[in-house]
Protein backbone atom coordinates (compact mmCIF):
# COMPACT_ATOMS: atom_id res chain seq x y z
CA UNK A 1 0.00 0.00 0.00
CA UNK A 2 1.34 3.33 -0.67
CA UNK A 3 2.14 5.81 1.78
CA UNK A 4 -0.17 8.62 2.12
CA UNK A 5 1.44 11.97 0.98
CA UNK A 6 -0.12 13.90 3.69
CA UNK A 7 2.47 11.72 6.25
CA UNK A 8 5.56 13.85 5.90
CA UNK A 9 8.87 14.05 7.53
CA UNK A 10 8.34 17.10 8.63
CA UNK A 11 4.49 16.06 10.07
CA UNK A 12 6.24 13.11 11.97
CA UNK A 13 9.32 15.04 13.63
CA UNK A 14 6.75 18.13 13.97
CA UNK A 15 4.49 15.34 16.12
CA UNK A 16 7.23 13.75 17.71
CA UNK A 17 8.71 17.64 19.15
CA UNK A 18 5.21 18.12 20.24
CA UNK A 19 5.12 15.11 22.52
CA UNK A 20 8.99 15.92 23.84
CA UNK A 21 7.65 19.51 24.21
CA UNK A 22 5.09 18.26 26.51
CA UNK A 23 6.01 15.03 27.86
CA UNK A 24 9.37 15.50 28.00
CA UNK A 25 12.40 13.41 26.24
CA UNK A 26 11.22 10.47 28.58
CA UNK A 27 7.63 10.34 26.78
CA UNK A 28 8.85 10.02 23.36
CA UNK A 29 8.52 6.73 21.48
CA UNK A 30 6.55 4.92 18.87
CA UNK A 31 3.06 4.73 19.91
CA UNK A 32 3.26 8.43 21.73
CA UNK A 33 4.18 9.72 18.53
CA UNK A 34 1.54 7.47 16.61
CA UNK A 35 -1.22 8.46 18.98
CA UNK A 36 -0.02 12.40 18.31
CA UNK A 37 -0.30 11.90 14.74
CA UNK A 38 -3.85 9.72 14.97
CA UNK A 39 -2.21 6.35 13.42
CA UNK A 40 -1.98 3.31 15.33
CA UNK A 41 1.49 1.85 16.38
CA UNK A 42 2.22 -0.16 13.23
CA UNK A 43 1.40 1.95 10.65
CA UNK A 44 3.95 4.69 12.02
CA UNK A 45 6.33 1.70 11.33
CA UNK A 46 5.68 2.44 7.79
CA UNK A 47 7.14 5.44 7.75
CA UNK A 48 9.91 5.61 10.71
CA UNK A 49 11.83 2.30 11.83
CA UNK A 50 12.68 3.15 15.17
CA UNK A 51 12.97 6.27 17.83
CA UNK A 52 16.12 6.58 16.70
CA UNK A 53 15.34 7.75 13.67
CA UNK A 54 12.28 10.01 15.31
CA UNK A 55 15.09 11.30 17.55
CA UNK A 56 17.14 12.34 14.13
CA UNK A 57 13.84 14.26 12.79
CA UNK A 58 13.60 15.87 15.76
CA UNK A 59 16.91 16.81 15.83
CA UNK A 60 17.33 18.46 12.21
CA UNK A 61 13.69 19.72 12.79
CA UNK A 62 14.68 21.94 15.65
CA UNK A 63 18.72 22.95 14.22
CA UNK A 64 17.68 22.99 11.00
CA UNK A 65 15.50 26.41 11.79
CA UNK A 66 19.09 28.21 13.45
CA UNK A 67 20.28 30.86 11.11
CA UNK A 68 23.69 29.68 9.78
CA UNK A 69 24.47 32.84 7.67
CA UNK A 70 27.55 33.94 8.47
CA UNK A 71 27.16 37.40 10.28
CA UNK A 72 29.09 40.86 9.11
CA UNK A 73 32.31 40.37 8.40
CA UNK A 74 32.58 44.77 9.50
CA UNK A 75 32.33 42.94 12.96
CA UNK A 76 35.02 41.44 15.33
CA UNK A 77 35.58 37.32 15.31
CA UNK A 78 34.37 37.86 19.32
CA UNK A 79 31.04 39.76 17.78
CA UNK A 80 30.19 37.20 14.84
CA UNK A 81 30.77 34.36 17.27
CA UNK A 82 28.70 35.77 19.85
CA UNK A 83 25.75 36.03 17.01
CA UNK A 84 26.07 32.47 16.37
CA UNK A 85 26.02 31.30 19.67
CA UNK A 86 23.09 33.11 20.56
CA UNK A 87 21.19 31.72 17.20
CA UNK A 88 21.80 28.59 19.08
CA UNK A 89 21.00 29.22 22.33
CA UNK A 90 18.06 30.82 20.79
CA UNK A 91 16.83 28.63 18.68
CA UNK A 92 17.19 25.47 20.98
CA UNK A 93 15.90 26.79 23.77
CA UNK A 94 12.59 26.86 22.48
CA UNK A 95 12.85 23.08 23.28
CA UNK A 96 15.45 22.65 25.98
CA UNK A 97 13.96 19.08 26.35
CA UNK A 98 15.88 18.44 23.41
CA UNK A 99 18.85 19.06 23.88
CA UNK A 100 20.61 15.67 24.85
CA UNK A 101 19.41 14.98 21.53
CA UNK A 102 21.55 17.41 20.02
CA UNK A 103 24.47 15.73 21.65
CA UNK A 104 23.67 11.98 20.49
CA UNK A 105 22.99 12.94 17.07
CA UNK A 106 24.82 15.71 16.42
CA UNK A 107 27.43 14.78 13.63
CA UNK A 108 24.66 13.36 11.63
CA UNK A 109 22.42 16.83 12.03
CA UNK A 110 23.01 19.14 8.67
CA UNK A 111 21.51 21.72 10.80
CA UNK A 112 24.62 21.76 13.34
CA UNK A 113 27.43 20.62 11.02
CA UNK A 114 26.28 23.55 8.83
CA UNK A 115 26.18 26.09 12.16
CA UNK A 116 29.88 24.20 13.27
CA UNK A 117 31.06 25.21 9.46
CA UNK A 118 29.82 28.77 10.02
CA UNK A 119 31.71 29.03 13.09
CA UNK A 120 34.77 27.28 12.21
CA UNK A 121 35.32 29.94 9.26
CA UNK A 122 34.88 32.96 11.87
CA UNK A 123 37.51 31.41 13.98
CA UNK A 124 39.87 30.35 10.88
CA UNK A 125 40.21 33.84 9.85
CA UNK A 126 40.55 34.80 13.77
CA UNK A 127 43.40 32.73 13.28
CA UNK A 128 42.53 29.26 15.42
CA UNK A 129 44.40 26.95 14.08
CA UNK A 130 44.67 23.01 14.71
CA UNK A 131 43.96 22.08 18.25
CA UNK A 132 43.58 25.30 19.13
CA UNK A 133 39.71 25.38 16.79
CA UNK A 134 38.78 22.01 18.05
CA UNK A 135 38.90 23.25 21.70
CA UNK A 136 37.25 26.37 20.92
CA UNK A 137 34.26 25.24 19.16
CA UNK A 138 33.87 22.27 21.61
CA UNK A 139 34.22 24.97 24.69
CA UNK A 140 31.53 27.25 22.63
CA UNK A 141 29.74 23.28 22.45
CA UNK A 142 29.30 22.90 25.58
CA UNK A 143 29.19 26.28 27.03
CA UNK A 144 25.79 27.04 25.03
CA UNK A 145 24.44 23.50 25.60
CA UNK A 146 25.40 23.31 29.46
CA UNK A 147 23.85 27.02 29.66
CA UNK A 148 20.85 26.25 27.79
CA UNK A 149 19.84 23.15 30.41
CA UNK A 150 20.90 25.13 33.34
CA UNK A 151 18.63 28.12 32.55
CA UNK A 152 15.84 25.59 32.12
CA UNK A 153 16.61 22.94 34.66
CA UNK A 154 18.20 24.87 37.46
CA UNK A 155 17.75 28.49 36.60
CA UNK A 156 18.82 31.43 39.37
CA UNK A 157 15.18 32.18 39.40
CA UNK A 158 14.57 29.21 40.84
CA UNK A 159 14.00 27.62 44.49
CA UNK A 160 17.26 26.33 44.52
CA UNK A 161 18.66 29.57 44.64
CA UNK A 162 16.26 30.88 47.50
CA UNK A 163 17.35 27.14 49.43
CA UNK A 164 21.33 27.99 48.97
CA UNK A 165 20.59 31.44 49.87
CA UNK A 166 19.30 30.80 53.58
CA UNK A 167 22.06 27.98 54.00
CA UNK A 168 23.67 28.45 57.25
CA UNK A 169 26.34 31.29 56.53
CA UNK A 170 28.69 29.93 59.34
CA UNK A 171 28.88 26.72 57.31
CA UNK A 172 28.57 28.40 53.81
CA UNK A 173 29.11 31.80 53.68
CA UNK A 174 30.46 32.17 50.28
CA UNK A 175 27.53 30.23 48.46
CA UNK A 176 24.79 31.57 50.72
CA UNK A 177 25.84 35.37 49.44
CA UNK A 178 26.31 34.13 46.15
CA UNK A 179 23.25 32.91 46.25
CA UNK A 180 21.51 36.25 47.22
CA UNK A 181 23.23 38.33 44.59
CA UNK A 182 22.00 36.04 41.86
CA UNK A 183 18.40 36.53 42.62
CA UNK A 184 19.21 39.99 40.64
CA UNK A 185 21.13 38.32 38.01
CA UNK A 186 18.72 37.38 34.65
CA UNK A 187 19.11 34.96 32.47
CA UNK A 188 20.12 36.96 29.40
CA UNK A 189 22.77 38.41 32.11
CA UNK A 190 23.85 34.99 32.56
CA UNK A 191 24.20 33.88 29.04
CA UNK A 192 26.08 36.62 27.55
CA UNK A 193 28.55 37.15 30.76
CA UNK A 194 29.60 33.87 31.08
CA UNK A 195 29.99 33.39 26.61
CA UNK A 196 32.04 36.93 26.93
CA UNK A 197 34.02 35.77 30.03
CA UNK A 198 34.41 31.83 27.36
CA UNK A 199 35.91 34.46 24.50
CA UNK A 200 38.29 36.45 26.09
CA UNK A 201 39.84 33.06 27.38
CA UNK A 202 39.48 31.09 23.99
CA UNK A 203 41.93 34.16 22.91
CA UNK A 204 44.17 34.03 25.79
Given at each position: ?????S?????????A?????R?G?????M?T???????????L?????DRE????L?????????D?E??????S???????????L?DTV????????L??????????V??????V??IL?EA????????I????L??Y???A?????L?P??????????A????E?????E?A?H??N????Q?F??G????LRG???
Amino acid sequence: MPRPRSLTPGRISAAALTVIDRDGLAGLSMRTVAKELGLSTMALYRYVHDREELERLVVELVLGAVDIEPPSSDASWRERVEVMVRRLRDTVGAHPSVVPLTLTHRHRSPGVLRWSETVLAILTEAGFEGEQRVIALRCLLGYVIGAIQLEHLGPLSGEGTVAVAALPQDEFPYMAETARHARNVSADQEFLGGLAVLLRGLRA
